[in-house]
């Protein structure tokens, strides 16, 4: 389920549902800042896998997304601490 | 032969250099940050980790303001060219490379800004008042080498840096000869752009290079194209590092830049410096000590030179020298350095300087067999 999509928005705009989320997704548009935040979450100890994906919203085009299984809220609260740039959040 | 010629490009690198370099022909020759598939992935990964290494070495905030390049020069146009609107006025020294001399008098001969030339001294509060006095109310930046890649002579960039953030001044500071070498920390030093070269100090390949800002996506882009993000979109992307970075990245570059990066990182900037300008204060003593030899700094040393040494033998022109001591078995490099500015300060322009630029492989040694070799050359 696609929460939101705008591009630029800081994490907390995502976690409106958060405290409930288990795993999901979390999407970015550069592989730099796809990379920056698994390695930032593999720190905190939550594991991700990185994946291409595509095609994101009507016009944006490729993003890379993190898969995070476990700590889904917890992870989102670590990004948005280090302003890592999130495109969109899809719940698992 | 023995290599004094680092300042153009640093040689040998560290053997984990062209390891790392070679793996991107054997493990990680995808093409990093385009498609999904895992050797993208990885090979995306290591590119990260060099670009984290990078920003690391000089303490930014995040990687994504290092901006991989070709070379220093490279770094260099993306920013002036980037930045520079119809009216802006450029102060540089008169110690520049053609790096910075030529895209700014490039933008100067269209029309679009003027520049002007600060005299540098000996003396670093003449350097900084000789800039203060350039500074005009459209005044947008001031670009300086940190170091003359002649005469080694290191400009007080902090003072400089200082004078821009109290005009509201862009700084633009070219790194060539002193990333790797000298401990350089933008954020303090009020440096907006720091331009590197990947292959002098960094033991990176030749053809690599950064440029170093939180502001690149404020810069106008010079050349534009596939990202790998926002492939749909005409527009090319704000997001940094992508906005400077199209079409696909050297990976091979990068990844033997990051090992070159990590050998400077373990060594430490101070302990190469040290070792460094231990060789060329030797050099710098033994050459002055010789008769028929032309130095054109009065004093060499640590904290106000880095280890680049000029000099000619009184009646030949510097090309003359070097390729002798060629013969000899010492690569040197002689003529004006792209340096134009320097030497017509130097009065060098019509001999040139034979140039003698120190690595951290160099010895002592090294050293005395090449002071050795001068003497000789200019008893003959």
Redesign the interface.
């Known amino acids: 389920m696609l929460l939101h999509s705008f591009f630029g928005a800081q994490p907390s705009a995502f976690i409106i549902r958060g405290e409930a989320m288990n795993g999901g997704t979390v999407l970015f548009?550069?592989?730099?800042?796809a990379?920056?935040a698994q390695?930032l979450l593999n720190g905190q100890g939550i594991g991700s896998n990185?994946?291409?994906i595509?095609?994101v919203g009507q016009?944006?085009?490729?993003?890379y997304g993190l898969d995070v299984k476990k700590d889904f809220s917890k992870a989102l609260r670590i990004l948005e601490n280090s302003n890592i740039?999130i495109v969109d959040v899809i719940e698992a | 032969m023995i290599y004094f010629d680092n300042a153009a490009t640093s040689f040998p690198k560290p053997k984990r250099v062209a390891q790392a370099a070679c793996q991107s022909f054997t493990e990680y020759g995808a093409n990093p940050g385009r498609s999904g598939h895992q050797m993208s992935m990885q090979t995306a990964i290591k590119v990260y980790d060099a670009r984290e290494n990078l920003a690391e070495l000089f303490g930014l905030q995040s990687p994504e303001e290092v901006v991989f390049t070709s070379n220093c020069t490279h770094a260099v146009n993306i920013a002036i060219k980037g930045l520079m609107r119809k009216g802006d006025h450029v102060i540089i020294s008169d110690l520049e490379h053609n790096a910075v001399l030529r895209p700014v008098h490039t933008l100067a001969q269209r029309g679009l800004i003027t520049y002007s030339v600060a005299e540098t001294f000996a003396d670093p509060k003449l350097t900084v008042a000789s800039f203060a006095a350039h500074i005009r109310p459209d005044t947008r930046m001031i670009a300086c080498t940190h170091a003359s890649n002649v005469f080694g002579t290191i400009l007080p960039i902090e003072e400089i840096g200082r004078l821009c953030r109290d005009r509201d001044i862009l700084y633009l500071v070219d790194a060539a000869q002193t990333a790797g070498v000298l401990e350089i920390d933008p954020l303090s030093l009020g440096i907006d752009f720091l331009c590197v070269a990947g292959h002098k100090g960094l033991y990176g390949p030749p053809g690599t290079g950064a440029l170093m800002t939180p502001l690149g996506s404020l810069l106008d882009t010079i050349i534009e194209g596939g990202t790998g993000s926002f492939s749909a979109n005409f527009d090319q992307p704000r997001e940094m590092p992508d906005r400077l970075e199209s079409g696909t990245v050297n990976t091979m570059g990068i990844l033997g830049l990051g090992a070159g990066v990590a050998f400077v990182r373990e060594k430490t900037c101070k302990a190469i410096y040290t070792h460094e300008m231990k060789l060329a204060t030797e050099l710098f003593s033994q050459l002055k000590s010789m008769p028929k030899i032309v130095l054109y700094t009065p004093d060499f040393g640590f904290g106000t030179h880095v280890p680049v040494v000029s000099f000619n033998i009184k009646g030949q022109s510097s090309e003359q020298t070097t390729a002798q001591l060629d013969e000899a078995g010492f690569a040197l490099r002689g003529g004006l350095h792209c340096a134009p500015l320097a030497h017509r300060k130097m009065r060098t322009l019509e001999v040139g300087t034979a140039r003698i630029s120190i690595g951290a492989f160099n010895t002592i040694a090294h050293v005395h067999k090449l002071c050795d070799a001068i003497g000789k050359i200019a008893r003959a």
């Open positions: 548009n550069s592989i730099t800042w990379i920056r390695k990185i994946r291409k595509s095609k016009s944006k085009g490729c993003a740039r």
